[in-house]
């Protein structure tokens, strides 16, 4: 039977494409069966569309303005909220592909062992949204020679932080520019992520 995947993106959601042609050309063995993005302007939303999947624009905004001044709550009842949606399509397993929230334990809990997280830098390296730009400024000031790519779970409230499914390295070239250094770890990514995904359905 294949796998049910939900995917969770917050930007131009190349590696949700990935993931997206890999069904289709049943290179993984899964669906996507639901999206959601948290920014309204998130690409990932049309590529869903565009593949006939559902997709829903889920914010944090109006959970903010519920609890003013207490973030956290308001993170842990949007957080509540959106495993509620989420575990009623019954997933198998959901990714986290470019999705810029921390997710609390009134989500995780619902998923144990359930969520990953795609990540462009090595375990332990450049936690947090700017990995390649850090990975950049740390070439550019150490000589840094290579960056990566890692997939892991995400079972708490660790930035990037988890037990890792899969990981690649990325070599930084005396040529390369920021721009070529991105396009070389997103095309990592997009293989890597699938790769990790069919592994860690097939354990
Ligand atoms: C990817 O590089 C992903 O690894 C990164 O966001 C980008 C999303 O690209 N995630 C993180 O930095 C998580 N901390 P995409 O929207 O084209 O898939």
């Known amino acids: 039977m294949k ?55 889920r914010p944090l905004g109006p959970f903010r303005d519920e609890f003013p001044g207490d973030i956290r709550r308001a993170r842990e009842t949007y957080d509540a909220a959106l495993a509620r949606e989420i575990g009623e399509v019954q997933p198998d397993l959901v990714v986290q592909a470019g999705w810029m929230h921390l997710f609390s334990a009134a989500f995780l809990d619902r998923f144990p062992g359930m969520v990953v997280n795609l990540h462009p830098a090595m375990p332990g390296a450049f936690p947090g949204a700017h990995a390649i730009d850090d990975a ?53 990514e997009h293989e890597l992520l699938v790769r990790a995904i069919g592994d860690y359905l097939q354990r």
């Not at 998130?42 to 829903?56: F, L, N, S």
């Open 136 to 188: 950049w400024a740390a070439h550019q000031r150490d000589g840094l020679d290579h960056t990566g790519v890692m997939v892991h779970l995400v079972p708490d409230e660790g930035v990037d932080n988890g037990p890792v499914l899969a990981a690649q390295r990325v070599d930084i070239a005396h040529d390369d520019s920021r721009r070529s250094l991105e396009a070389k770890v997103h095309a990592v």
């Open 3 to 57: 796998a049910r995947l939900v995917v969770l993106a917050s930007g131009s959601g190349s590696n949700l494409q990935a993931i997206l042609d890999a069904c289709a050309e049943e290179r993984l063995e899964a669906d996507v069966v639901f999206v959601v993005v948290n920014r309204r302007s998130a690409r990932a939303a049309q590529r869903a569309q565009e593949a006939g999947v559902p997709v829903a624009y």
